[in-house]
């Protein structure tokens, strides 16, 4: 079980999934913005619990709080708990059909920013708007997709 | 991150998560070390912000490559004419410049220091609502330091609050944990503008209702925070709300600087600050 197959090949992913994070944008496009590293995280934890868990969502959460420079441990924590809901009930999700997989990543999305914003609002006392939500729904649309190609992508490398 | 693979079940690897997220979050927000450990970390990242804006940079590159030799030209008129204009308005500056030493000199209070600028340009912004911050591609080798002023060619963009080797990090004065000290430049009215996480807004905070501030009233710098040089224009104001029920009035002002499409900005030292002995003493 813990033969090891291109491990690389999952942090390279992810690689490209910080990137896209910090990749400057317009202002009005990036409101729009999924989180792709949390999306990724998810494709990964699900399909591999044992090499992608709650770890992984840790180191990964805090280098989006050194990349995006929210409060350090506010995504790192939210990553976390997000990681951990997936990883206990990967087995259940996997089953899902696609479309109810994308109305579960909608879901966990959005206790995502929740967290993020009661967390930030504790510490920095930040506001809460609305359209800080879109990302939630344009996750949901992305989820197939990039499931898709993350499932192609792990078969082509044998990524185990 | 891979081990622990089967050692812990995830319900402590959570539990471990958590405690070490509570552990930063009280180590950034409320000990003085996160500014040092910040710096440190964002000398560590700044490889990837080079990396995410090599699309970009490539792209603008590429299509002033192909810009026509017609579009230069007309450009380069218009720069021109733009450079003689304000070279024009700079000669008045000098001979005002001077004047204003000499009043000075005469009412005894100290000249304004025109500081060291520096040109520095925007690696990446932050699209996180809850952080307007931008990364400068100029650090501690380039002399930068913290709590710098910011400005762009509009007005004031913010303060640098890490600084790196090769990048430096900026708080805008739209993040909601900014705030400046401005002055009304009609009435010379003192306030606070705070940052409320909006791209576009600024809230003046903690005005009387018989302050007299009308919507389009310059902000300025008044300099009273001592970070910011006095007299850049920081905003102008858009909306005003007097509510008999409230005990201050709910003022709106828009800033100047264009924050979120900033692509250069100029960084100011801080021995350009002005003393003014005898105002401070006045309130």
Redesign the interface.
Same mark, same amino acid.
């Given at each position: 079980m813990?033969k090891?197959h291109g491990?690389g090949f999952i942090y390279l992913s992810l690689f490209i999934a910080?990137?896209l994070?910090?990749?400057? =944008?317009?202002?009005m496009v990036? =409101?729009f913005?999924p989180d792709w590293v949390l999306l990724v995280l998810m494709y990964w934890t699900m399909a591999l619990p044992?090499?992608v868990? *709650?770890?992984?969502?840790? *180191?990964l959460?805090?280098?989006i709080?050194?990349?995006?420079?929210? *409060?350090?441990?506010?995504n790192?924590?939210a990553f976390?708990?997000v990681i951990?809901i997936v990883?206990?009930n990967h087995l259940k999700i996997r089953n899902f059909a696609i479309i109810q997989q994308a109305l579960l990543v909608g879901l966990l999305m959005a206790l995502y920013h929740l967290l993020?914003?009661w967390?930030?609002h504790f510490?920095?006392? *930040?506001?809460f708007?609305p359209e800080?939500l879109w990302p939630v729904p344009i996750a949901m649309l992305v989820w197939p997709w990039l499931f898709w190609l993350l499932r192609r992508y792990r078969r082509q490398f044998k990524v185990q | 991150?891979?081990?622990?693979?089967?050692g812990l079940p995830?319900?402590s690897?959570?539990v471990?998560? +958590?405690l070490?997220?509570?552990?930063?979050?009280f180590?950034?927000?409320y000990t003085d070390s996160?500014t040092q450990? #910040?710096s440190y970390?964002?000398t +560590?990242?700044s490889p990837?912000?080079y990396? +995410?804006?090599l699309?970009?940079s490539l792209f603008s590159g590429a299509s002033e490559q192909f810009m026509s030799r017609q579009t230069l030209l007309a450009e380069n008129v218009r720069l021109k004419e733009v450079l003689l204009r304000q070279s024009g308005q700079l000669q008045r500056l000098g001979f005002l410049q001077q004047e204003n030493d000499k009043l000075r000199a005469l009412l005894g209070s100290s000249p304004v220091v025109e500081g060291q600028r520096l040109v520095a340009e925007v690696l +990446?912004?932050?699209?996180?609502?809850?952080?307007h911050?931008v990364v400068l591609n100029k650090g501690s080798n380039d002399g930068v330091t913290e709590y710098q002023a910011v400005i762009d060619d509009q007005g004031i963009v913010g303060q640098i609050v890490s600084v790196g080797p090769t990048s430096s #990090?900026a708080l805008l004065i739209s993040d909601?944990?900014h705030a400046i000290a401005v002055r009304a430049e009609r009435t010379s009215v003192r306030a606070v503008a705070e940052g409320?996480?909006?791209?576009d807004l600024l809230r003046v905070m903690h005005l009387p209702h018989s302050t007299d501030i009308r919507e389009g009233d310059r902000l300025l710098t008044s300099g009273l925070d001592g970070r910011f040089p006095e007299g850049y224009p920081v905003a102008r104001v858009v909306r005003i709300s007097r509510d008999d029920s409230q005990p201050f009035m709910t003022v709106y002002a828009e800033p100047y600087a264009q924050l979120?499409?900033i692509r250069h900005v100029l960084l100011l030292w801080a021995d350009s600050r002005v003393a003014t002995p005898d105002e401070g003493e006045q309130h």
């Open positions: 813990l090891t491990l910080l990137i994070t910090v990749m400057p =944008l317009p202002q990036k =409101l913005r044992a090499r868990n *709650v770890g992984t969502a840790f *180191v959460g805090f280098l709080d050194v990349l995006v420079g929210t *409060v350090l441990g506010v790192a924590l976390s708990v951990f990883a206990v993020l914003f967390l930030s510490l920095t006392g *930040v506001s708007l800080y | 991150m891979i081990v622990s693979n089967r995830p319900l690897r959570l471990l998560a +958590a070490c997220s509570a552990g930063l979050m180590l950034d927000r996160s450990l #910040r970390l964002t +560590a990242v990837l912000f990396v +995410a804006s699309p970009e +990446a912004v932050y699209s996180h609502p809850f952080s911050q #990090r909601n944990t409320l996480g909006q791209w979120d499409r």
